[in-house]
Structures are given as C-alpha cells and as structure tokens.
C-alpha cells in the first residue's frame, strides 16, 4: 500500500444507500474501486472520477393551465459540464396546457441523447 | 341548522407519500369506505414542489421526480372507491374518531371507524432559533423558498446564505444556482453535513459551494432586505466564539435547520407524544395511545426518503382497515428504549408475543464499523444484531427481530 492519497473519495449517488467509494489506481495504472455494495458502484465511480454525469430537474412556465409552472427533467443523466447550457434551453420552453406528464418538451437536448420531459400534468 | 354527520370505516387526514398510501393500504386490506383529507387543491403534498430526481426507487424500482412520484400513487388512489377531498382543513380530533372538517361543500362532521394520521411536518423557523438582528425581507426556510422558485416562478433573490445542511437546504443551493443565484455558503453548526451525503456531493461540491462546518449565523443585518448576515464559529457545546465573526453580504437567507411534525391534531385527541422524535408513540401496528388512530410517515418521524413513508402509510392504513372491521391490537405492554449512540428507535411499544417486528432507528452521530444490538432489558439477551460499516444520523436505518418479543427492550449501538 502507498501512503499517497487516493485518486477521489465519493458517496455513489446512484440509490439512497450512499455508498463511500474509495477510487485509486493500482501499479498497472488501472483504476480500482472500493467500498461499493452493488456492481452498479464500481462503472458509476470510474465514471464519477473521469466524466461525471448528472439529472437535471427545473420547472417553467406554463401557458392556460391551472397551474403556474410545469416542473421537467431529463430523461437521462448528461456530462455534467452540458447542465447550464441545457437550463438556457429550457428556459426558452413556454409550453402550452395541456401537458402530458413524460411528454417530450425536448427531444435530444443539445445532441445529449437526452429528452427534457414534463414531469407532471398540467390540465 | 343541521350540521351534516357522515360516517367512514377509515378516515386518512393528509394527502401526501404517506396518506396516499395510507389510504390505498386501507383499501386493499378490505376498508370499505375509506375517506382521504387533504388541505391543498392537488393530492400530493411536499412531493409536487420537490422537482428534482431521486423518488421512488424502492416503492417503483426507477428513479423519478418528486411530482412524477405523487401523481403515479394518486393515480392509484383514484381508480379505487376511495372519497377524495382536496381542498378541505380537518380543523379538529377528537380521541372518539371524530373529524370537523372546513371542506369546499362546507363545514361537516365525520365519525370514523379508524384513523389515519399523516399530516407531514413543518419547518424549523428563524424565530424558534432565536436569531439575533433585524427583521428584514428575505429570510425563508429552505422549503417555502422551494414552493416560491419551483411552483410559483418568482425570483427570491440575488445573493444567499444557506444556513442548516439538511435535504432541502441542500436541494435549495442547487436550485438557486441553476436560477442564476449567487450561493455564498452553507453554514452548518454541527460537525457533520445533516443532509444525505449524495446531496452533499451534487448540490454543493458539484458548483463550488463551500459548505461551512462548525458555524452558524449570529446576527442578521439589513433595514428593508436583508443586506448581510455574521457567522461565527461555534464551540463544542454550540456556543459561537467571540472574535471568529465574519460578515457575509447577501439579500437572502435561507433556513434549512430541522423538520417538526405536525401534530397539532393528533394533540387535540389526546395523542401521546414522543420527545425524541416529536411524533406519536406507537405500537408496531403503527396504533398510537389513541384506540384506533394510527400515525405513518413524516407526522409520526422524520424521513429522509419519501418510499419509506409510503411503506408505512400503506402499513398504517392497513392496519386502520383491520380495526375499523373490528381487529384489536393485543395492547402494548413492552417498551422499546434508545440506548448509546442511539437518537430513538420505532415503534416504542409492542404487544408481548409478537413477532418479526422491524424497528426503524436514528443514530445521534455519525458512527463507523459499530453493531446495532437489541436487547432485553431484564435478561440481557440479544434479540438481534447487524453491523453497519457507517451510521449517519441523516439515514433513518431499520433492525428486524425475528423472535417473539417478551420483555422491554433496548435498541443501542456498540462502537
């Protein structure tokens, strides 16, 4: 063992449970990770440490519905970096009622293979 | 005037996670008429402004929003026979079962069979921490600024101060950052982050945030708005330090420093409480002190995760169906108490016999590779142990003991 500190220390953020994943790399310059429950933790914290990637939910204004806003995410996680360049899209967004909740206000979102879906219905 | 009189098997007072479930739990256990109060205009409570991803994995297995996840379990609620009232205050309890309640066909009374509390919980707010200063605009607690900024489009602010780590607060710096909000920093007066760590990781250290431990706010500043706030480092007994005061300049403050159940019904129908967790002491049929009033989800404690106020929801309201249909409880006699490191442990009393019973329980510090012990008080024996490489209290955690259950018990946590 190195006495250095490893590469990154994170709390998977893929369920509740909060796994601490230590992340290092071993001699042969491979990343390795520890500390994970599931195996969804060793892809999401080489992942974390490398690209990471993020949801994203807001809401926007809505037109003739009984209510004021329509709340959105995405349909998948996107490189982090892409998350205000994707909020100044939708903050262009003003749908109109009514909205289907899981209805696609924007398809592919900035080429991100990521769809901006409303969230709620708004009659 | 007559006032109208309506009866139901099982009455749910609140429209949220919980109730929601309660009153679907209530159903499928075989509750004919099952009635669900809720004050708002839309079922759902908190969740429809909690916007951001993270419900549902356990209770629908993917990861959805706030709002997704109410109206998936409202949708259940209204295709069974269930008599939904939105727009209707229970204004009183009573400990015989009856509700009065100011609904929109008008003011009426209603004897039920059993019932379901499952009220929520409110805010910590600055007046009940005492914060020295002015009272200017621009002091909110980190939820109603939620329902301000996600429900009501309107901009709270310029610059802000976080001062408390729990979900919300958390939640808040993110949210105002991506609404183009200044977030100055997290002040957080105990040595640990009160929020899920996960929250930790993606609201603040994913924009910089600096989330301050060991400090707290001790004046706030400003006429009209709030124009500055002075933090200070605290001691070991929460003290704030003279001489570590610094000034912050921000137009905003936002409050994220504790949940309180709501429970001002259950009061007024004679509901024991518990101190520890400011909710009803129940039975593990989630019975209070009260025959036939059960208690489920944030009203009864505080949750971190909305599924598992559902889960016990539906618990509560099958339970309420039983006893409206005439089921009695054996009647608890064992009490279950908190030992070391341990905050409180639920349910707090149990009938003798019973078995396979799941407590759910809150450390009081963050702890490392330690075992959870129950066990009896008079005997020393163990009922159950499992070993838990990390305890945060942020996490509600649970413990099954799979023996029957005969004498009082204690839930602690060995180091």
Same mark, same amino acid.
């Given at each position: 063992?190195?006495?250095? !500190?490893?590469?990154?220390?994170?709390?998977?953020?893929?369920c509740?449970?909060?796994?601490?994943?230590?992340?290092?790399?071993? !001699?042969?310059?491979?990343?390795?990770?520890?500390?994970?429950?599931?195996?969804?933790?060793?892809p999401?914290?080489?992942?974390?440490?490398?690209?990471?990637?993020?949801?994203?939910a807001?809401?926007?204004?809505?037109?003739?519905?009984?209510?004021?806003m329509?709340?959105?995410?995405?349909?998948c996680?996107?490189p982090?970096?892409?998350?205000?360049?994707?909020?100044?899209?939708? !903050?262009?967004?003003?749908?109109?009622?009514?909205?289907g909740?899981?209805?696609?206000?924007?398809?592919?979102?900035?080429?991100?293979?990521?769809?901006?879906? !409303?969230?709620r219905?708004?009659? | 005037?007559?006032?109208?009189?309506?009866?139901c098997?099982?009455?749910v007072?609140?429209?949220?996670?919980?109730?929601?479930?309660?009153?679907?739990?209530?159903?499928?256990?075989?509750?004919?008429?099952?009635?669900?109060?809720?004050?708002?205009?839309?079922?759902?409570?908190?969740?429809n402004?909690?916007?951001?991803?993270?419900?549902?994995?356990?209770?629908?297995?993917?990861?959805?929003?706030?709002p997704?996840?109410?109206?998936?379990?409202?949708?259940?609620?209204?295709?069974?026979?269930?008599?939904?009232?939105?727009?209707?205050?229970?204004?009183?309890?009573?400990?015989?079962?009856?509700?009065?309640?100011?609904?929109?066909?008008?003011?009426?009374?209603v004897e039920?069979?059993?019932?379901?509390?499952?009220?929520?919980?409110?805010?910590?707010?600055?007046?009940?921490?005492?914060?020295?200063?002015?009272?200017?605009?621009?002091?909110?607690?980190?939820?109603?600024?939620?329902?301000?900024?996600?429900?009501?489009?309107? *901009?709270?602010?310029?610059?802000?101060v976080?001062?408390?780590?729990?979900?919300?607060?958390?939640?808040?710096?993110?949210?105002?950052?991506?609404?183009?909000?200044?977030v100055?920093?997290?002040f957080e007066?105990?040595?640990?982050?009160?929020?899920?760590?996960?929250?930790?990781?993606?609201c603040?250290?994913?924009?910089?945030?600096?989330?301050?431990?060991?400090?707290?706010?001790?004046?706030?500043?400003?006429?009209?708005?709030?124009?500055?706030?002075?933090?200070?480092?605290?001691?070991?007994?929460?003290?704030?330090?003279? +001489?570590?005061?610094s000034?912050i300049?921000?137009?905003t403050?936002?409050?994220?420093?504790g949940?309180?159940?709501?429970?001002?019904?259950? *009061?007024?129908?004679?509901?024991?409480?518990?101190?520890?967790? +400011? +909710?009803?002491?129940?039975?593990?049929?989630?019975?209070?002190?009260?025959?036939?009033?059960?208690?489920?989800?944030?009203?009864?404690?505080?949750h971190?995760?909305?599924?598992?106020?559902?889960?016990?929801?539906?618990?509560?309201?099958?339970?309420?169906?039983?006893?409206?249909?005439?089921e009695?409880?054996?009647?608890?006699?064992?009490?279950?108490?908190?030992?070391?490191?341990?905050?409180?442990?639920?349910?707090?009393?149990v009938?003798?016999?019973?078995?396979g019973?799941?407590?759910?329980?809150?450390?009081?510090?963050?702890?490392r590779?330690?075992?959870?012990?129950?066990?009896?008080?008079?005997?020393?024996?163990?009922?159950a142990?499992k070993?838990?490489a990390r305890?945060?209290?942020?996490?509600?955690?649970?413990?099954?003991?799979?023996?029957?259950?005969?004498?009082?018990?204690?839930?602690?946590?060995?180091?």
């Amino acid at each position: 063992m190195s006495d250095r !500190a490893p590469l990154d220390r994170l709390t998977c953020v893929l369920c509740p449970v909060g796994c601490e994943l230590t992340v290092d790399t071993d !001699a042969a310059g491979e990343i390795q990770v520890q500390g994970n429950q599931c195996d969804k933790g060793v892809p999401f914290a080489v992942e974390e440490v490398l690209h990471p990637r993020r949801n994203l939910a807001t809401s926007v204004p809505v037109r003739g519905g009984a209510a004021i806003m329509v709340s959105v995410r995405l349909t998948c996680p996107v490189p982090r970096e892409m998350l205000f360049p994707i909020l100044a899209e939708i !903050a262009k967004l003003r749908p109109e009622a009514p909205i289907g909740r899981g209805q696609v206000l924007i398809a592919d979102v900035l080429g991100t293979g990521a769809d901006v879906i !409303a969230t709620r219905t708004i009659r | 005037m007559s006032i109208q009189v309506e009866t139901c098997d099982v009455a749910v007072i609140g429209g949220g996670p919980a109730g929601l479930a309660a009153a679907l739990g209530a159903r499928r256990a075989g509750a004919g008429k099952v009635l669900l109060v809720e004050r708002e205009r839309t079922l759902g409570g908190i969740l429809n402004q909690c916007v951001h991803d993270g419900f549902g994995l356990f209770l629908y297995k993917e990861t959805i929003s706030g709002p997704e996840y109410a109206e998936r379990l409202a949708e259940d609620v209204v295709r069974e026979p269930i008599h939904v009232e939105t727009g209707a205050m229970v204004l009183d309890l009573s400990a015989d079962r009856i509700l009065r309640i100011n609904a929109r066909a008008g003011y009426k009374l209603v004897e039920a069979g059993a019932v379901v509390l499952a009220m929520g919980c409110r805010e910590r707010t600055r007046e009940m921490l005492e914060i020295p200063g002015t009272r200017p605009a621009g002091i909110f607690t980190a939820g109603s600024a939620q329902n301000l900024v996600n429900l009501q489009n309107l *901009k709270i602010g310029r610059e802000a101060v976080i001062l408390g780590s729990g979900d919300i607060g958390l939640i808040m710096a993110r949210r105002l950052t991506f609404e183009g909000m200044a977030v100055k920093g997290v002040f957080e007066i105990l040595p640990w982050a009160s929020g899920l760590e996960r929250n930790v990781r993606q609201c603040l250290m994913d924009f910089g945030i600096p989330l301050e431990l060991g400090m707290t706010v001790v004046e706030i500043r400003g006429r009209d708005r709030v124009e500055s706030v002075v933090v200070a480092k605290v001691d070991d007994r929460l003290a704030p330090v003279a +001489g570590t005061e610094s000034v912050i300049v921000c137009d905003t403050l936002l409050l994220s420093v504790g949940l309180i159940p709501e429970n001002e019904l259950a *009061k007024r129908a004679g509901v024991e409480l518990s101190p520890l967790t +400011g +909710g009803a002491v129940v039975d593990e049929t989630l019975m209070t002190s009260a025959p036939g009033i059960f208690s489920c989800g944030n009203v009864l404690h505080i949750h971190d995760v909305a599924d598992w106020a559902s889960f016990e929801g539906f618990a509560a309201g099958a339970s309420a169906a039983r006893y409206a249909a005439g089921e009695r409880p054996g009647g608890g006699a064992v009490r279950i108490t908190p030992g070391a490191n341990v905050k409180y442990a639920l349910p707090q009393i149990v009938t003798p016999g019973a078995s396979g019973i799941e407590w759910s329980f809150r450390v009081v510090r963050p702890l490392r590779n330690v075992q959870i012990v129950v066990k009896g008080k008079a005997t020393g024996r163990i009922f159950a142990r499992k070993k838990f490489a990390r305890l945060l209290p942020s996490e509600l955690q649970k413990i099954k003991v799979r023996a029957a259950v005969d004498e009082d018990l204690e839930v602690a946590c060995r180091e």
